[in-house]
């Protein structure tokens, strides 16, 4: 088999010499030297590599010539990774270098192991890779982003550009209009599309159980830890781990979330060492992330932290024209056996009705038109459509503050609402008007707001309507 290829660009001989004899001796790999950015452009000119090492802080006193490097990699040879070394703790450097299109960085001191492992993932088809990381591969079909309009097809190009590298990457867009298929293709144009994609709901799990969920706990660290449990971050080892509605994090574990990220290690709970972590993460929420930031509820270095790069998912009012392929896809998963179609007017219908839920509510009001029409095909009236203006209605049918009785259900909602944003008010008035509409039919309530019965179900939780009664 023919051996892999590596150039190594560093000024400083003893530093290129240990690396050299790493790769060659520990990993069979073939390696060449650079000691400036002229002679490595020359090196790249005459013969491909597999792979690029540079240092960040070429030439020093003037530094940072390993940037130019790696601009010049990506713009002459995208298809060849780069790896860049840089000082321990200089963040900056290596959140410059993956925008310029770096795929990993590791710090000084080296770290052998460390390398060992981004080079495997830099390199995933080669022998370097490990057979046993292959007993649970995902799935060989990649996710559908359905449509041809500009926006999703923009939206493609940029998740196989970042799916190249192994930066943090948050993707930003409104409820329902697909964040986590977005990035579950990211995870499999990358090149840990073998391994485990590990989703979460950080809004869903308990302020309390929050740190063990993603990083573990030592048996007996807490009363109810009966026995030693890997974290989420460990179960997605070698893979991804997306964080959907990362916002909701309390400020103590973003301050552990920003630490494993920029170490590349976590501390279970009860632990006195840190354990190293190989996972790639993506952050998702439908909130404005830099308002929340400026209004304290999120860390300012976290938010520079894990979005190196960030995606805009659409909105569905953006790309009307997919509704059609939408649809069509829509009705093929849910009833594979049996063909549906449209008339002209309920098309249409559907491509000018406002979406709130997005892709999401529209799924929604595919499956119940399916089940309401009369044989194989759905007319307007087979359609139930939640229009715009009866959201701002629901609100106007509430008691304002000041004339609320001291018996009323939001002075009896027993999760506190203080401090909370605008938007999480706005929802749990929508949700208990909603519930009072359908005679506190939560089915029903979760159809006429338009949003599925899992996210219903997790407001509910979330704003403590169980022990509430209809008003």
């Known amino acids: 088999m023919k051996k ?26 073939a390696c060449q030297s650079a000691k400036t950015v002229h002679e490595a452009k020359t090196l790249l000119s005459q013969k491909p590599y597999d792979l690029c090492i540079t240092d960040m802080a070429l030439n020093p006193p003037h530094g940072k010539e390993g940037l130019e490097l790696v601009q010049h990699i990506q713009t002459n040879y995208p298809n060849t990774p780069t790896i860049i070394i840089t000082a321990f703790g200089d963040m900056d450097s290596a959140i410059h270098a993956f925008r310029q299109g770096a795929f990993d960085y590791i710090t000084k001191p080296l770290d052998f192991e460390a390398l060992n492992k981004v080079i495997k993932n830099a390199l ?8 046993s990381n292959s007993s649970s591969p995902q799935s060989n079909q990649a996710p559908e982003l359905i449509g041809t309009s500009k926006p999703i097809l923009e939206l493609r190009q940029q998740i196989q550009k970042v799916a190249r590298s192994e930066a943090a990457i948050h993707i930003s867009g409104e409820s329902g209009s697909g964040k986590e298929l977005v990035a579950r293709s990211i995870h499999y144009h990358s090149s840990r599309s073998n391994q485990a994609f590990i989703p979460v709901n950080c809004g869903a799990i308990p302020e309390n159980l929050v740190e063990s ?18 974290g989420l971050f460990e179960a997605a080892k070698g893979g991804t781990l997306f964080l959907d509605e990362v916002s909701e994090l309390p400020l103590n574990i973003q301050v552990k979330l920003l630490r494993a990220l920029q170490e590349k290690a976590i501390r279970p709970v ?11 993460i993506i952050s998702a929420t439908h909130q404005n992330l ?27 009012r953006e790309r009307a024209s997919d509704i ?34 997005n892709v999401r509510e529209l799924e929604n009001i595919i499956e119940a038109a399916m089940t309401l029409c009369m044989g194989n095909t759905i007319k307007p009236k087979d359609l139930e459509f939640i229009e715009q203006p009866y959201f701002d209605n629901l609100i106007e049918q509430l008691p304002s503050q000041q004339t609320q009785s001291a018996a009323s259900p939001i002075d009896n909602n027993p999760v506190s609402l ?54």
Not at 270 to 280: A, N, Q, Y
Not at 290 to 305: H, K, S
């Open 4 to 29: 892999f290829s590596c150039l190594v660009i560093d000024d400083e001989p003893e530093l290129l010499e240990t690396l050299i004899i790493y790769l060659q001796r520990n990993m069979d790999i």
């Open 213 to 230: 969920e993603l990083f573990g706990h030592k048996k007996g660290s807490f009363t109810g830890a009966h026995s030693d449990r890997k």
């Open 270 to 280: 009860g632990m006195s060492k840190e354990i190293s972590t190989d996972v790639r």
């Open 290 to 316: 830099l308002n929340l930031v400026n209004t304290g509820q999120f860390r300012e270095d976290l938010y520079f932290r894990i979005r190196v790069f960030e995606l805009q998912v659409p909105a569905l």
């Open 418 to 471: 203080m401090g909370k944003n605008d938007k999480d008010q706005f929802e749990y008035h929508k949700m208990l008007v909603a519930l009072n509409q359908t005679g506190w039919n939560k089915t029903r309530a979760a159809k006429l707001l338009g949003i599925s019965w899992g996210s219903f179900r997790h407001r509910y939780d979330k704003y403590g309507l169980e022990t509430m009664k209809p008003f």
């Open 324 to 357: 059609k392929l939408l649809v069509q896809h829509i009705m093929q998963r849910l009833r594979p056996k049996k063909k549906y179609t449209l008339t002209a007017k309920a098309l249409s219908d559907l491509e000018n009705y406002n979406y709130r839920g």
């Open 124 to 131: 995933p088809t080669s022998r370097l890779s490990n057979p």
